[in-house]
């Protein structure tokens, strides 16, 4: 029994132009007759959560496919400000302009590549939470973290950023159900075929719980999801999912593919009717 029901998510990065979007959508969408009624039910019933970010200029086409389907579309990034001088970025106006109302923050990617900062990461999520946007905020800990022993202080201190001026219960994180969703996803696990065991994401997502608890208090920290990320496939993701603190993936690479991705969607379906 999941009683936070399950999120899976894709992470297209920067793949899949418009012309591939309809495609994947098209295909998603023939495919779809074929599903378990078990995870329909889930989807209907608001047990099973599925969302996919395509690059910017695919996310209206996206919408426009996925339409008829019961897939969120999400953006890979935004801005914190509203609007502005900001070359390069999109603000939540503008995504809720074409329908879009959930934004991935601080994926390790943008935190390698691009300058982004346990900050960066507080003001985005602070601010789109505010602006009535909901979030996955992505945290996790680089090899050399893990094989220091540096994993829990390495998340304590990403989470901590987000949640420094938090006293138990504060109602900005936690009012609305499933507003602000986390994703851990180690480094070394991303786009490397090396997955966490479930025994070590189950770990470290206790881990995470607990730092959850202390911060916003039990209630809010049971209510939150945990996702995992990090080289997720149909073959692995029902043993994480099957966790007692995963409570859904994010996946990149097999996120690609209709069959990968409903693979995905299926294995949750089994999970969550064991
Ligand atoms: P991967 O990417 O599944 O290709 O490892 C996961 C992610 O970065 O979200």
């Known amino acids: 029994m999941k009683n936070r029901g399950l999120?899976?998510?894709?992470n297209w990065k920067m793949?899949?132009?418009?012309?591939?979007?309809?495609?994947f959508f098209g295909q998603l969408k023939s495919k779809w007759h074929d599903i378990q009624p078990n995870v329909k039910a889930a989807v209907q019933g608001?047990?099973?959560?599925?969302?996919?970010?395509?690059?910017?200029?695919s996310l209206s086409g996206a919408l426009h496919a996925a339409q008829g389907l019961p897939v969120e579309i999400g953006a890979q990034n935004a801005h914190w400000e509203k609007s502005g001088a900001f070359t390069g970025e999109l603000s939540s106006p503008i995504l809720k302009e074409i329908g879009i109302n959930t934004v991935l923050v601080g994926h390790s990617e943008r935190r390698q590549y691009f300058g982004e900062?346990?900050?960066?990461v507080r003001k985005r999520t602070e601010s789109l939470l505010e602006q009535g946007m909901k979030v996955i905020m992505c945290i996790g800990e680089s090899r050399a973290e893990r094989e220091q022993n540096q994993?829990?202080?390495?998340?304590?201190?990403?989470l901590g950023a987000v949640f420094q001026d938090v006293n138990k219960g504060a109602s900005r994180f936690t009012s609305n159900n499933n507003q602000l969703v986390i994703a851990y996803e180690p480094v070394w696990a991303i786009g490397?075929?090396?997955?966490?065991?479930?025994?070590?994401?189950?770990?470290?997502?206790?881990?995470?719980?607990?730092f959850l608890s202390e911060r916003l208090g039990a209630e809010a920290?049971?209510?939150?999801?945990?996702?995992?990320?990090?080289?997720?496939n149909a073959d692995n993701a029902q043993a994480l999912m099957s966790c007692p603190n995963i409570d859904g993936v994010l996946v990149g690479g097999a996120s690609l593919k209709p069959d990968g991705f409903l693979g995905i969607i299926q294995a949750a379906g089994k999970v969550l009717s064991a």
Not at 7 to 10: A, I, L, R
Not at 49 to 54: E, G, L, Q, S, T
Not at 221 to 232: D, E, I, K, R
Request: proline fraction near 6%; charged fraction near 15%.
């Open 46 to 57: 608001g047990n099973l959560r599925i969302c996919i970010f395509p690059p910017a200029v």
């Open 192 to 210: 490397t075929g090396l997955t966490a065991t479930p025994q070590q994401a189950e770990e470290t997502h206790q881990i995470i719980r607990k």
């Open 117 to 120: 900062t346990d900050e960066t």
């Open 151 to 158: 994993t829990a202080a390495v998340l304590t201190r990403q």
């Open 221 to 232: 920290a049971n209510n939150m999801q945990v996702l995992y990320g990090g080289s997720v």
């Open 7 to 10: 999120f899976v998510s894709g």
């Open 15 to 23: 793949n899949n132009g418009p012309q591939k979007t309809e495609e």
